[in-house]
């Protein structure tokens, strides 16, 4: 799910950085396990800044619109969408920055972008003013695209799949404290959160300045072109080989089925079995548990042991089963029992990007991550709303039919169509690296 805006955040001269690390100017060298450290804590502190106002967003939209609960969910689905159509607009820009000026700059400016931002966020006196304040989040918030341009420098095609699982379980480390401690902050107040993550934002960003080395050396950037930088130019790039493109509908589809959590988790946990955000922070805390787990543990030992398209296939089908059961459970304790299925779902993202990676060289590494989260861009330019509006209508009083769960059944089914396009894209008995 961030990024940054990327003019140039001044670089330290060299007698300012730290000898142990290498300037952002030279070659990275062989992987080495320091550099994905680096962007692991980065990305952890990004999403842990990010998970603390999942549990309190939704309540300040309920909250100004006067506790209209159908008309509120409808207005968080537009937040959704505007943040992921700033998303679709400026991931590919960033992408080719970062091809052109580097990893490093994109990631800082991100930082101290999402820690401003969080800021008028907390003062906003109005909804349009927290939607404004969700756009700018929208802009400066691709910093998990571009580390995963870092990781791909850094690391040879065969071991990525694991190192990008790696990675999603920094982004589920976040999520382990984030939601969690946003829903504790919430109880003193639906601002607070929004306070702490400016700070965490604007540390971590320091913390970059001081700490994180550059991973692309000059030899392999790419010359800065509109062409590339713009979402239809960058799209371009995911059609330019037949296993590519497959690879990437997969991606999209997956993608808007994983919209379902953000726009009504929340609203349908609330409303179906009365949780309060202190509940919502736990419950989202599990699900980051058990996706660090799967992530961090599971997915390099599956890799190695399947191989990528297998676990891009099961991955998908566990994704699938544990949508159901959260669409079907009738009581708190049948929901929970689907959050470690769901969350064996992890097992294919990984997995998917690596074997993407692997179609793409060095200095095409951060357009392809551009291009992949303007992909989930537009997902979540539909995905919100069409979540948001069949959980709507799923609740109406004049429904013919009360289905609550409705929402994670057609993203179930979503993921049931992802699995089918998967393995009919991943045919080939090996895709070119």
Not at 28 to 51: E, H, N, Q, S, Y
Not at 353 to 377: D, I, Y
Request: aromatic fraction near 10%.
């Amino acid at each position: 799910m961030p990024s940054a805006d990327a003019d140039s955040t001044a670089d330290p001269g060299p007698d300012q950085r730290p000898p142990s690390l290498p300037s952002p100017s030279s070659s990275p060298g062989p992987p080495t396990r320091a550099a994905l450290v680096f962007i692991f804590i980065t990305v952890a502190l990004d999403m842990l800044a990010l998970g603390m106002i999942i549990p309190v967003l939704p309540k300040l939209v309920v909250d100004f619109v006067g506790g209209d609960m159908g008309r509120a969910a409808l207005t968080y689905g537009l937040f959704v969408t505007v943040w992921e159509s700033m998303q679709f607009l400026f991931s590919p820009l960033l992408g080719a920055l970062s091809d052109r000026f580097g990893r490093r700059p994109v990631v800082l400016l991100s930082n101290f972008g999402l820690g401003a931002d969080y800021v008028l966020m907390a003062l906003a006196p109005s909804l349009s003013l927290l939607l404004v304040g969700r756009a700018i989040s929208g802009i400066t918030s691709a910093s998990f695209s571009t580390a995963g341009a870092y990781i791909a420098d850094v690391m040879p095609p065969e071991r990525r799949a694991g190192a990008f699982g790696t990675l999603g379980a920094a982004f589920g480390l976040g999520f382990v404290v984030g939601p969690a401690l946003g829903g504790f902050l919430g109880t003193l107040g639906p601002r607070v959160p929004f306070w702490v993550a400016a700070s965490l934002s604007l540390a971590n960003a320091l913390y970059g300045a001081f700490i994180l080395p550059e991973s692309l050396p000059l030899h392999r950037r790419a010359p800065f072109a509109w062409r590339r930088a713009n979402p239809v130019g960058a799209l371009l790039l995911l059609s330019s080989r037949p296993e590519l493109i497959g690879l990437a509908m997969v991606s999209f589809v997956a993608n808007l089925a994983h919209f379902v959590l953000q726009s009504t988790f929340v609203l349908y946990a609330g409303y179906r079995y009365g949780w309060d955000e202190r509940t919502v922070g736990l419950s989202l805390a599990l699900v980051g548990v058990c996706a660090s787990i799967v992530q961090g543990g599971l997915v390099r030992h599956v890799v190695a042991r399947l191989g990528e398209r297998p676990t891009l296939l099961v991955g998908l089908l566990f994704g699938a089963s544990g949508f159901a059961t959260y669409g079907l459970a009738p009581t708190s304790a049948f929901f929970w029992f689907g959050i470690p299925l769901n969350a064996l779902w992890g097992l294919a993202g990984p997995a998917a990007q690596g074997l993407m990676s692997r179609q793409v060289g060095p200095s095409e590494q951060g357009q392809l991550q551009g291009a992949l989260a303007s992909l989930a861009a537009i997902a979540g330019i539909f995905g919100p709303t069409m979540f948001t509006a069949t959980f709507a209508r799923g609740i109406e009083p004049s429904s013919r039919i009360h289905v609550p769960g409705a929402p994670f059944l057609l993203a179930a089914s979503l993921l049931l169509v992802a699995a089918v396009l998967a393995a009919r894209a991943t045919r080939r008995p090996r895709l070119a690296s």
